[in-house]
């Protein structure tokens, strides 16, 4: 049975992605010539994701190995960006909004199951009253996909755009939408336009009090439409992330992650760490 739940996984072979900088095959002839025979024993599965032969050649002479080729990543995008799917205005949710009004319902003997879209906490006891990861944003995926997209975009550059949002006429770079996505995280945690962290939902103490309002806590996922922090609250190593996505986008630009190699970027950026503290 083919199940068609439009879920957080099917975003996943965008973080399947590596970049390798021009001339380390070079350094490196045993591995390139394992990936030689690795192509050759199965173009089946070559055939399926991004070539990588010697004639694919990206920005700056990169080379790339990665699961989706372009068009299937742009195609996987397409819904990734999409506001009425998976792109929230605090995150990318782990289960498509489609799913509120279309759940995907089947049926096990005479049991009925149903997978709706849920931005919270469960509504039911069905899954150990887990509803996670049918509808949260969580925050260690969402750097997985910016690392996906970055990667993406030290190969492909400036030449490839997509929608962003999907229907909004409006094309990003790669960059430019692992930088949204990122803008859309960090926004759980500061202050809107009436002083409210999203963070804190309804709960007036923590959006008021002199003594808790600028406490910050790490929660375990978050509302996928108003970024409530939901499960665990103090989860801070992998919702901690948020500070690593703050520091990248706030000293990396567009054409540095083009022309600097990644490893005298980590470098540069490790020193200027070092510096600022």
């Given at each position: 049975m083919r199940l068609k739940v439009r879920s957080m996984v099917g975003l996943l072979p965008l973080c399947a992605s590596t970049v390798f900088e021009h001339g380390v095959e070079a350094r490196h002839p045993r591995l390139f010539k394992l990936l030689q025979l690795f192509w050759k024993r199965h173009p089946e599965v070559v055939e399926k994701i991004a070539?990588?032969?010697?004639?694919?050649?990206?920005?700056?002479?990169?080379?790339?190995?990665?699961?989706?080729n372009k068009e299937k990543a742009r195609r996987v995008l397409a819904y990734m960006l999409?506001?009425?799917?998976?792109?929230?205005?605090?995150?990318?949710r782990s289960l498509s909004r489609y799913h509120l009004d279309h759940p995907f319902i089947f049926h096990v003997g005479h049991e009925v199951y149903k997978v709706q879209y849920l931005p919270g906490e469960s509504n039911t006891g069905m899954f150990g009253g887990n509803s996670n990861w049918r509808g949260p944003i969580w925050m260690p995926v969402n750097a997985l996909l910016i690392r996906g997209?970055?990667?993406?975009?030290?190969?492909?550059?400036?030449?490839?755009?997509?929608?962003?949002?999907?229907?909004?006429?409006?094309?990003m770079t790669l960059f430019e939408v692992a930088k949204e996505i990122g803008r859309r995280l960090s926004s759980i945690f500061l202050r809107d336009e009436s002083g409210r962290r999203p963070l804190y939902g309804g709960s007036k103490?923590?959006?008021?009090?002199?003594?808790?309002?600028?406490?910050?806590?790490?929660?375990?996922?978050f509302h996928g439409d108003n970024g409530a922090g939901l499960g665990a609250s103090h989860q801070t190593g992998w919702t901690g992330v948020i500070a690593r996505s703050l520091d990248l986008f706030a000293?990396?630009?567009?054409q540095d992650a083009l022309e600097v190699s990644k490893d005298k970027l980590i470098a540069r950026m490790t020193r200027q760490q070092v510096a600022g503290n």
């Amino acid at each position: 049975m083919r199940l068609k739940v439009r879920s957080m996984v099917g975003l996943l072979p965008l973080c399947a992605s590596t970049v390798f900088e021009h001339g380390v095959e070079a350094r490196h002839p045993r591995l390139f010539k394992l990936l030689q025979l690795f192509w050759k024993r199965h173009p089946e599965v070559v055939e399926k994701i991004a070539p990588a032969d010697e004639n694919f050649i990206g920005y700056a002479g990169r080379r790339l190995l990665a699961v989706c080729n372009k068009e299937k990543a742009r195609r996987v995008l397409a819904y990734m960006l999409d506001e009425n799917e998976f792109f929230g205005p605090y995150g990318i949710r782990s289960l498509s909004r489609y799913h509120l009004d279309h759940p995907f319902i089947f049926h096990v003997g005479h049991e009925v199951y149903k997978v709706q879209y849920l931005p919270g906490e469960s509504n039911t006891g069905m899954f150990g009253g887990n509803s996670n990861w049918r509808g949260p944003i969580w925050m260690p995926v969402n750097a997985l996909l910016i690392r996906g997209l970055l990667n993406l975009y030290q190969f492909y550059g400036e030449d490839f755009k997509v929608e962003c949002p999907t229907g909004s006429g409006n094309m990003m770079t790669l960059f430019e939408v692992a930088k949204e996505i990122g803008r859309r995280l960090s926004s759980i945690f500061l202050r809107d336009e009436s002083g409210r962290r999203p963070l804190y939902g309804g709960s007036k103490k923590f959006q008021e009090d002199p003594h808790w309002k600028d406490y910050i806590l790490f929660h375990e996922y978050f509302h996928g439409d108003n970024g409530a922090g939901l499960g665990a609250s103090h989860q801070t190593g992998w919702t901690g992330v948020i500070a690593r996505s703050l520091d990248l986008f706030a000293r990396l630009n567009p054409q540095d992650a083009l022309e600097v190699s990644k490893d005298k970027l980590i470098a540069r950026m490790t020193r200027q760490q070092v510096a600022g503290n």
